[in-house]
């Protein structure tokens, strides 16, 4: 059904879910959300699944024409939603009648918001996917970002919305908007190829994100890291958060619409659960990188992991469902229960 209609775009409004996975080997890159996190989140408050297509926006949100009657929620950076004029909150499930503007505004602390409907955004899926690759001109609205007059339509709803309206998220899944961003990284693969002091000086310096930071990388600015015979490499994969280090010596963090091989080395990789906050990071905003091992990243991503099983257990359990949710050899099993418990 016809969900909402674009009065004003804002500075960067596309549609994300999880991203596009098994195609790398051809070139595609995976794209998705920048912040999985908040994505995830906001999905799990109106009832889809975690992988649903929502709205990211950057900096400045769009003002929206609602419709139809919608349960809507906004997760993730600090943008001051209006609903008629009237503030709604943040992290929390609020109901939006046909007629009424939502309007988002520019983002106070942070950098990216998700804004998710039950019943998720309906656009093509292409490749497996639903997220919009800015680079190929594919996927999402058209391929671009989103503009003026363009309608957004999104599924059929599943439930009632006094079942979802309400529904918010504890203090322990806000985000901490902390003034320095701490990053864990796991060394290599090509930490070889840099000097003992280049890498002591990329885990003990500061940087700074700059102007040059989108959807594909973050350039960063700070003490230079040293090579040991030049940056370049025979070109290979580029998993999520790989930091290259070109001839310029300083640190490019790839991100959601990265390239799917590249030819400079990579010092290290941030690990998967942090990169929500760099996702979150403005031009000019400090990093530090500190070296975490291969184990305490994989313990890192389990606890990652169990925060959305919790946060899905919670909120169904206030509206008098238990959920069991197993983990048998890395596969996910859930059982709702009405009432009692099993």
Same mark, same amino acid.
């Given at each position: 059904?016809?969900?909402?209609?674009?009065?004003?775009?804002?500075?960067?409004?596309?549609?994300?879910?999880? /991203?596009?996975?098994?195609?790398?080997?051809?070139?595609?890159?995976? @794209? /998705?959300?920048?912040?999985?996190?908040?994505?995830?989140?906001?999905?799990?408050?109106?009832?889809?699944?975690?992988?649903?297509?929502?709205?990211?926006?950057?900096?400045?949100?769009?003002?929206?024409?609602?419709?139809?009657?919608?349960?809507?929620?906004?997760?993730?950076?600090?943008?001051?939603?209006?609903?008629?004029?009237?503030?709604? *909150?943040? $992290?929390?499930?609020?109901?939006?009648?046909?007629?009424?503007?939502?309007?988002?505004?520019?983002?106070?602390?942070?950098?990216?918001?998700?804004?998710?409907?039950?019943?998720?955004?309906? &656009?093509?899926?292409?490749?497996? @996917?639903?997220?919009?690759?800015?680079? +190929?001109?594919? +996927? $999402?609205?058209?391929?671009?970002?989103?503009?003026? +007059?363009?309608?957004?339509?999104?599924?059929? *709803?599943?439930?009632?919305?006094?079942?979802?309206? /309400?529904?918010?998220?504890?203090?322990?899944?806000?985000?901490?908007?902390?003034?320095?961003?701490?990053?864990?990284?796991?060394?290599?693969?090509?930490?070889?190829?840099?000097?003992?002091?280049?890498?002591?000086?990329?885990?003990?310096?500061?940087?700074?994100?700059?102007?040059?930071?989108?959807?594909?990388?973050?350039?960063?600015?700070?003490?230079?890291?040293?090579?040991?015979?030049?940056?370049?490499?025979?070109?290979?994969?580029?998993?999520?958060?790989?930091?290259?280090?070109?001839?310029?010596?300083?640190?490019?963090?790839?991100?959601?619409?990265?390239?799917?091989? +590249?030819?400079?080395?990579?010092?290290?990789?941030?690990?998967?659960?942090?990169?929500?906050?760099?996702?979150?990071?403005?031009?000019?905003?400090?990093?530090?990188?500190?070296?975490?091992?291969?184990?305490?990243?994989?313990?890192?991503?389990?606890?990652?992991?169990?925060?959305?099983?919790?946060?899905?257990?919670?909120?169904?359990?206030?509206?008098?469902?238990?959920?069991?949710?197993?983990?048998?050899?890395?596969?996910?099993?859930?059982?709702? &229960?009405?009432?009692?418990?099993?």
């Amino acid at each position: 059904m016809e969900a909402f209609r674009i009065l004003q775009p804002g500075f960067l409004t596309t549609v994300q879910d999880r /991203g596009r996975f098994g195609y790398q080997r051809y070139g595609i890159p995976a @794209s /998705g959300a920048m912040d999985e996190a908040s994505l995830r989140m906001a999905n799990i408050l109106v009832d889809n699944p975690e992988g649903a297509a929502a709205l990211e926006l950057t900096a400045q949100g769009p003002e929206l024409l609602a419709l139809a009657d919608l349960a809507v929620v906004i997760v993730g950076a600090e943008m001051d939603p209006l609903q008629d004029g009237s503030p709604v *909150p943040l $992290g929390e499930v609020f109901v939006i009648r046909r007629g009424e503007v939502l309007k988002v505004q520019g983002a106070k602390r942070g950098l990216r918001a998700y804004l998710a409907v039950h019943g998720g955004f309906d &656009v093509p899926l292409v490749l497996g @996917s639903r997220s919009t690759c800015l680079p +190929g001109r594919f +996927g $999402g609205f058209q391929g671009r970002a989103l503009q003026e +007059g363009d309608i957004l339509t999104s599924g059929p *709803p599943m439930r009632r919305f006094h079942e979802l309206e /309400g529904r918010r998220l504890s203090s322990a899944y806000h985000p901490r908007w902390d003034q320095l961003v701490k990053l864990r990284v796991v060394l290599g693969p090509q930490d070889d190829r840099f000097t003992q002091e280049g890498v002591e000086t990329f885990l003990s310096s500061e940087y700074k994100v700059m102007t040059e930071a989108d959807r594909m990388g973050y350039r960063l600015e700070g003490p230079p890291i040293a090579h040991r015979a030049g940056p370049d490499i025979v070109s290979d994969a580029i998993p999520p958060g790989a930091v290259q280090v070109p001839g310029n010596r300083q640190p490019v963090v790839l991100l959601a619409d990265r390239q799917t091989t +590249g030819g400079y080395a990579k010092i290290a990789v941030v690990i998967r659960p942090d990169l929500p906050k760099l996702a979150q990071a403005k031009p000019g905003d400090p990093l530090h990188f500190s070296k975490v091992s291969l184990g305490e990243a994989y313990e890192a991503f389990r606890a990652y992991e169990e925060g959305f099983l919790r946060l899905r257990q919670e909120v169904e359990q206030k509206r008098g469902r238990k959920v069991y949710v197993f983990l048998v050899e890395g596969e996910r099993f859930q059982v709702e &229960v009405e009432g009692k418990g099993l």
